[in-house]
């Protein structure tokens, strides 16, 4: 199988082109730029890091990531270095490497530890294993008892992929019976309820053919930053041609790249699209071939339901009106040319099709209308809307970007899959909606721990994760009386963090296991010392990276540090459900690879991708939904009483929304990923502090740092009723007046997360995470 | 003619992501106070642009290290690296006074100063500088000078960059967008 090596430019470059040093006790003298130098180097030079005797290993960087293969060197058994492994197609980043310092952090949490003080207050006693898992077996126990199973909290994260972590933690409580799930992804919800019910899945990689596109719209995200090792192959597409365009209300790392800037107000993407589209489908640029055979747009809909209609008794035999005989037939008849609109026939009394409502829809956003509402100008709307439909294959980058972190962040993701179906961009190499994908694409891996019988396990009605906090205080939709917390920190990622952090305080006991003292450890009840990369085995096949990746142990863990799949182990043996988990870990990972093809022994040689190269997602537009069409028309956006074609609302908390919060918080305020870190993890190793500094800093213009007497470097407090957020004030016209940049993912002992001030709206047609709507003031602190 | 080792830094295709920075310290496992290589920064305001620039120590034709460090720790080998014998260091900092792109760097705590090696015994072992190793765009390489001259055109100084004149650095740069005229 092919596969695609990095087409690093060094390797071209022979190793013979480098001239050795002369050599020891030889000394000669010679005129060099006018100086006498003299050769006198000694001939053997030691490398810093020894690593003569190092046994090597490869692992996974394994959260929410691109999960890079890692090589890491161990001495003596220590990990001294992490590199990464050439068996990978793109390269690790500084994050990666700096891996040696997070297994060998001073701060790492070596024992159980209790807390002893207030919440919050950092005292702590260390206990042993055995009294901490006995004293959660009866938190467990006292919680059953009093609340039922109802009264657990379960949530784990993205610090870790790999299959034996996070799924452990479930299936663990599913084996007791069931727990109140905390729900909704903050990254990238909207995108996981809007494009599966679109087009059939997500986390299908359309990164492959990005060097292959003529138009790369890379819409609210920074592929730069938050996709950075394969970021060259846009550039790669850039040299051959491609005209990149970035819209983003800052002049992120990847705009400053693109051929064109197009500054955008926050949450208001999808009046952008719709203006689009409106543009598209006027001006007859859509593919009508693609449109009548390959999407749902020629369906008919009926006036008075408002739902699609289909055959009776036939899931996926819906109608649509044959041009030809003028007649009703289902959708998949031969030979029929459907019509996209049945505007001027007899039927329209009766009938519409998806086409006309989402003509309907696009209809009134006129240019002028567009850059009312965007602040983008009507030149450059019509502009754009020409230019991606014409020049082609052309590809949206999506990514889970900040675009879709809004109050109606499911219509921003399904306008940019409107656009892609209306221009026939799918399916052929350069085109598409880009996602983040991996080996679950192609294979089915099956959960470590076999679970138990799906009646046993109690459904319990969510806490949505971005009202954690006030759902907690205000015990809906009941009251939490035990939480573990695994792979993710609430305290640096969930909204509204001051709610967050009285919730934590609230729940009588709180677990949280990690590996450092992590912004949330600070508020738990007890901490458990969990292992991380390269003190555990493990196994990756998932989401991120197109190879399946045997993560293997190279040092024996810090402490009394256990893997996840440990402590879980030894609860279900208290609980009397142990003989599942009490497996090794090899063991495990053979079941999850069960059925894939993919043997464990294969894995020790090196990574195994089951994926062909390049993987054109969704090919000659063959989706994956039940009629294999794009499926435009959402009936469970209509269930929860809205629009079921993608229409534009403009947001609350946004400059033109609520007056009256925008007369005390005049500014708009978006959050940036940076380079330091993936979420909050990995901001705390030294090296990653020397490369990206110590403290957050909140990006504004310099008209409105003018305004509030604000200068470069001036410490600032960025502020609305929920809370502050302390940074330093990077004043640079690299972002569109009016708004503001935060960066996520600052600790609570580098002065805290930018969420502190974030949107804790739940975004109403998925479940979203509305971050990007959120409105605040800045002054200079003190 | 003698020969030089040097680096092409493609600017136009680095993003910053400051991945040859810290490699750079996990290969040679310097002090938090040093970093042989950096990433700076290049932005304008009005037109709002922004380009990074990864450099270390330009193994100069005319090291003004080399020529202003009273124990002789510097020499130029025979292939053009500048290096430091880092045991006649009495860290004085002449050096970092002399040198006008920052290479060498004082370390408070060991009392010394210390610059980037061209990871001389990688070279020696017959692979790259780890910076190269490192880099996910391919945007440093490493060679004989002459020879990416030949293959790479670019500038040696960029605006608000030390004259190229005073030391001769051994390095070609592809300029970002915003240099380019």
Redesign the interface.
């Known amino acids: 199988m092919e596969k695609k090596q ?6 071209s ?1 022979s ?1 013979r ?6 050599g020891a006790a030889v000394t ?1 003298a ?1 005129v ?4 006498d ?6 001939d053997v ?5 020894d690593l003569s005797n190092a046994k090597t290993f490869t692992s996974s960087c394994a959260m929410e990531c691109l999960h890079h293969n890692l090589k890491g060197y161990v001495v003596d058994g220590k990990l001294v ?4 492994n050439c068996d990978d197609t ?5 994050r990666g ?2 891996r ?1 310092q997070w297994v060998n952090h001073p701060d790492r949490i070596k024992m159980p530890m209790l807390r002893t003080g207030e919440k919050g207050e950092g005292k702590w006693k260390e206990i042993g294993w055995d009294e901490a898992l006995d004293l959660i077996v009866t938190k467990i126990k006292e919680t059953q008892q009093q609340y039922g199973n109802q009264g657990l909290a379960f949530r784990s994260g993205s610090g870790n992929f790999g299959s034996l972590t996070n799924s452990v933690g479930q299936t663990f409580f599913n084996y007791l019976g069931g727990n109140t799930p905390i729900f909704g992804s903050l990254c990238c919800q909207v995108v996981s309820t809007t494009m599966p019910a679109m087009i059939g899945t997500r986390t299908e990689a359309m990164r492959d053919t990005i060097p292959d596109s003529k138009y790369i719209l890379v819409w609210g995200t920074n592929p ?2 938050t996709m ?5 192959w846009y ?1 790669d597409a850039m040299k051959k041609g491609a005209r990149m365009v970035t819209i983003d209300p800052r ?1 992120s ?2 705009a ?2 693109s051929d064109e ?1 197009v500054e955008i107000l926050p949450g208001t993407d999808t009046a952008l699209g719709l203006g689009m589209l409106k543009i598209i489908i006027e001006d007859k640029l859509y593919d009508k071939e693609f449109l009548l055979h390959k999407s749902s747009v020629p369906f008919l809909v009926d006036k008075t339901t408002g739902d699609q209609v289909k055959e009776e008794g036939n899931d996926t035999g819906y109608l649509v009106y044959d041009e030809l005989s003028k007649s009703i037939v289902r959708h998949d008849t031969p030979g029929i040319t459907p019509a996209l609109s049945i505007v001027g026939t007899d039927i329209t009394d009766k009938y519409t099709t998806v086409f006309d409502l989402i003509y309907e829809e696009a209809k009134p956003w006129t240019p002028e209308k567009v850059q009312e509402e965007t602040d983008i100008p009507a030149g450059t709307v019509i502009r754009l809307a020409r230019e991606y439909a014409t020049t082609k294959p052309a590809m949206i980058i999506q990514n889970m970007g900040g675009f879709q972190r809004t109050e109606f962040g499911s219509y921003a993701v399904g306008i940019h899959i409107y656009l892609a179906i209306f221009t026939g961009n799918f399916g052929v190499p350069g085109a598409g909606v880009c996602d983040a994908g991996g080996v679950t694409q192609a294979i089915k891996v099956n959960p470590a721990i076999k679970p138990p019988e799906a009646s046993t396990i109690a459904k319990y009605p969510a806490i949505p994760a971005p009202k954690f906090g006030e759902y907690i205080l205000e015990d809906k939709p009941t009251k939490i009386n035990f939480l573990w917390l695994m792979t993710t920190s609430l305290m640096t990622q969930f909204p509204n963090t001051n709610a967050v952090k009285q919730a934590l305080k609230k729940i009588p006991f709180v677990v949280v296991a990690d590996n450092l003292m992590t912004s949330t450890a600070l508020y738990a009840d007890l901490i458990l010392p969990s292992t991380t990369i390269f003190e555990d085995t493990n196994l990756m096949a998932s989401i991120r990276h197109q190879h399946v990746q045997l993560m293997e142990k190279a040092v024996d863990p810090v402490g009394q540090a256990k893997p996840d799949l440990w402590i879980f182990t030894e609860l279900a043996k208290r609980f009397g459900f142990g003989e599942e988990f009490d497996k090794t870990p090899e063991e495990l990972i053979e079941r999850c690879l069960e059925g894939t093809g993919i043997t464990i022994e294969q894995l020790k040689k090196g990574p195994v991708t089951p994926i062909p190269f390049p993987y054109i997602p969704y090919k000659d537009g063959i989706f994956k939904t039940p009629t294999k069409k794009a499926e435009l028309f959402m009936p469970m956006w209509k269930e929860k009483g809205f629009n079921p074609v993608v229409t534009y609302i403009r947001p609350k908390e946004f400059i033109k929304g609520d007056q009256a919060l925008v007369e005390k918080y005049p500014l708009m305020a978006v959050q940036r990923k940076i ?1 330091r870190t993936i979420h909050s993890s990995f901001g705390t190793l ?3 502090i ?3 500094g110590d403290t957050p800093h909140a990006l504004i213009h ?1 008209d409105d740092a003018a305004a509030r007497g604000i200068k470069h470097d001036d410490k600032v407090v960025v502020y609305n009723d929920r809370g502050e957020h302390h940074a330093v004030a990077i004043v ?3 972002i569109k007046p009016g708004i503001i940049a935060l960066e996520n993912g600052w600790w609570e002992q580098q002065g805290g997360s930018s969420s502190y001030v974030t949107n804790d709206a739940v975004e109403p047609l998925g479940g979203g995470h509305c971050c990007n709507n959120t409105l605040v003031e800045i002054k200079k602190e003190g | 003619m003698s020969k030089q080792v040097g680096f092409y830094i493609d600017m136009a295709n680095c993003y910053g992501c400051q991945t040859c920075q810290v490699a750079c310290k996990s290969e040679q496992g310097t002090t938090p106070a040093v970093s042989w290589r950096r990433v700076r920064h290049f932005d304008t305001d009005y037109p709002a642009t922004h380009g990074t620039l990864s450099m270390s120590c330009n193994h100069c034709d005319n090291p003004e290290c080399l020529k202003n460090c009273p124990t002789g720790a510097y020499v130029k080998l025979a292939n053009g690296i500048v290096y430091q014998n880092h045991d006649k260091c009495i860290g004085c900092r002449m050096c970092v006074m002399a040198c006008p792109y920052g290479a060498p760097q004082y370390d408070p705590e060991e009392g010394k100063v210390s610059k980037c090696s061209y990871c001389r015994e990688r070279i020696e072992a017959g692979l790259q500088p780890q910076c190269v190793e490192a880099c996910p765009g391919g945007n440093i390489i490493a060679g004989d000078l002459q020879e990416l001259r030949a293959k790479y055109p670019g500038a040696v100084e960029l605006t608000g960059m030390p004259k190229a004149k005073l030391t001769r650095p051994s390095i070609i740069i592809n300029p970002a967008k915003a240099f380019k005229k």
Not at chain 1, 32 to 35: D, K
Not at chain 1, 37 to 42: A, I, K, R, T, Y
């Open positions: 990095n087409k690093d430019k060094q390797l470059l190793r082109t480098f001239i050795k040093a002369s000669t010679a060099v730029g006018g100086v130098v003299l050769f006198d180097s000694p030079v030691d490398a810093a890091v270095k992490v590199e990464s793109t390269k690790a980043c500084l490497i700096s040696t730069a930053v950075q090792s394969y970021f060259p550039l002049l790392e990847t400053a790249k800037w380079n030294p090296w990653i020397e490369a990206g310099p640079k016209a690299h």
